[in-house]
């Protein structure tokens, strides 16, 4: 008992520290997607406040983070925009058909939980999730290089002089620091000691540079403080509960609901890998989606997990849902009290501890691998790769998916076999091996010879397996040919399931099937499948 109670002790200590961490790295992350999306900076902070809190408690992963994310910010750029336009001038009717939207996003992520289409991201090959890690890494570095511009007379420019030198020492040195802490003192979240180290050095030196309230000054926002979430009463007096409000926030909440799942399982599963446990993608898809609603309520704007900050938390020793908990828990006390303690944190700091998620999410065995799968799979890893960083998650991963599965279609196609003898009684036989379905029906059709067949024919399935309405009606035009023939044709060692279909499909289908059963090797066959 002494000893559970110790090794849980422990793992609270790993859980509150690295949850600090996170916290730390979720600010210019959630002030940066809000200024991103065309909203307030607390709206961003509220976002990660609530959907990282009630994940965690609720969620299908311990461990892993959530919180407001640029790919939905992408989205709702046009979205915030367009809602403005179509209200009085200054009104910012665009922030609350935002928040309708998340609402609606939430109710569809949660009818997806209620489904259960969570299980479907077991179908997401691993070189889709390989392409998907490296767009990701990539897409982190390059939204931190924004970090090295400050503002000139307005304008975002690029640094240079003493201000980049400095802004790059104090990266490096924040690496460098990881680095070592982790190499020698694996116990300590290296994250935060880092970012306490070069905050303090930053500070007590006077260096002039770039930090978390320059930032946020920079995007036109008034600064981290502010008070508890309210809920937003007016979203139901300036949205107008109409089907042209619907037509407009629909498309907008299938898109954000798609993206977030789809970002959010998948970086599920990478958890699940980093850790050797097994989250639930269901309970997750229920959980995001009813933080998404909450958030929507309560000025949020929406959101949902984080590769990079669950990283840093898994990398840090977090691994239950404490974690969790304290990230969102002291979010919101940077908020409420220590706003001007968290606005002095150099941006520096949380850059290099960024780029050090970039180094350990990017796939570095995909360059060796390149060259050891096959050929599909490697341009599988490379288009998602390019896609993520081009378009979005969402458009990438479908687009992986979509060509795996006509990949894997064409090959089974090819694997369509018939072997072909004369019995004794002048019957000939089909024995057919493979699977029978659209992809696979012009070369099957091939192998048939209906005019120089002999009057009886047998089509053999104990090998094959009729997978889809394709193959049925395949069979029914190879049926009909031969009849119109006026040859004799029987279909033997159809499965149950096969036969259930084609007795469905066609009474001419039923006429032709063979069901008794002379060779021991059917009744072996249907004992595996029963298994």
């Not at 690496?175 to 180290?197: D, N, R, W």
């Not at 304290?326 to 908020?335: E, N, Q, R, T």
């Not at 057919?432 to 992809?439: H, K, N, R, S, T």
């Amino acid at each position: 008992m002494k000893d559970w109670i110790t090794k849980q002790s422990a793992n609270a200590k790993s859980d509150i520290l690295s949850g600090l961490t996170v916290a730390l790295a979720l600010v210019p992350e959630a002030v940066a997607f809000a200024f991103v999306a065309g909203v307030d900076p607390l709206v961003g902070l509220y976002a990660a406040f609530m959907i990282g809190l009630i994940t965690s408690i609720f969620g299908g992963r311990p461990g892993m983070i959530s919180g407001a994310t640029g790919a939905l910010a992408v989205v709702m750029v046009s979205l915030v925009a367009e809602g403005n336009a179509m209200g009085p001038a200054g009104e910012q009717t665009g922030l609350y058909y935002l928040f309708a939207t998340v609402i609606l996003m939430g109710i569809i992520q949660m009818l997806a939980g209620v489904l259960k289409l969570g299980k479907f991201v077991r179908l997401i090959p691993h070189s889709v999730m390989m392409g998907f890690v490296n767009g990701l890494a990539i897409v982190i570095f390059l939204s931190q290089l924004g970090m090295f511009k400050e503002s000139v007379g307005g304008e975002m420019v690029w640094m240079t002089g003493t201000k980049l030198f400095t802004m790059i020492s104090l990266v490096a040195l924040t690496m460098f620091m990881m680095f070592g802490i982790s190499k020698y003192f694996k116990k300590i979240p290296e994250a935060l000691i880092a970012i306490l180290v070069v905050s303090g050095i930053a500070i007590f030196a006077k260096l002039d540079v770039a930090t978390v309230g320059s930032f946020i000054a920079d995007g036109g926002g008034k600064g981290l403080e502010g008070g508890l979430p309210v809920f937003q009463a007016e979203i139901f007096s300036k949205v107008p509960f109409t089907l042209e409000t619907l037509y407009f926030i629909l498309p907008y909440a299938l898109i954000l609901a798609a993206i977030g799942l789809i970002e959010s399982l998948m970086t599920l599963n990478l958890v699940d890998e980093l850790t050797e446990t097994r989250g639930n993608s269901n309970r997750e898809c229920l959980a995001q989606g009813g933080a998404n609603i909450i958030t929507g309520l309560f000025g949020g704007m929406g959101g949902c997990a984080m590769i990079g900050q669950s990283i840093i938390n898994i990398k840090g020793g977090g691994r239950g849902r404490l974690s969790g908990i304290v990230a969102a828990l002291a979010l919101l006390s940077f908020i409420l009290f220590g706003s001007s303690l968290i606005e002095q944190v150099p941006i520096a700091a949380l850059v290099g501890v960024m780029f050090m998620v970039v180094i350990g999410t990017f796939a570095w065995s995909s360059f060796r691998v390149l060259k050891k799968v096959p050929m599909t799979d490697a341009f599988v890893i490379i288009l998602v790769s390019a896609l993520t960083v081009m378009f979005d998650l969402a458009i990438a991963v479908i687009a992986g998916v979509i060509f795996s599965a006509l990949v894997f279609a064409w090959e089974n196609a090819k694997r369509i076999r018939a072997k072909k003898f004369v019995k004794e009684d002048g019957t000939k036989v089909y024995e057919i091996w493979g699977p029978l379905f659209f992809g696979s029906i012009k070369p099957f059709n091939e192998k048939f010879d209906v005019a120089g067949d002999p009057q009886n024919v047998e089509i053999d399935f104990m090998e094959a397996r009729i997978s889809d309405h394709s193959a049925l009606e395949a069979l029914y035009m190879l049926v009909q040919k031969y009849q119109e023939a006026g040859k004799t044709v029987k279909l033997k060692h159809l499965s149950e399931d096969c036969k259930i279909l084609m007795k469905k499909a066609s009474p001419k289908l039923e006429a032709v099937i063979q069901e008794a059963v002379d060779d021991p090797r059917y009744f072996v066959m249907e004992d595996v499948k029963t298994v």
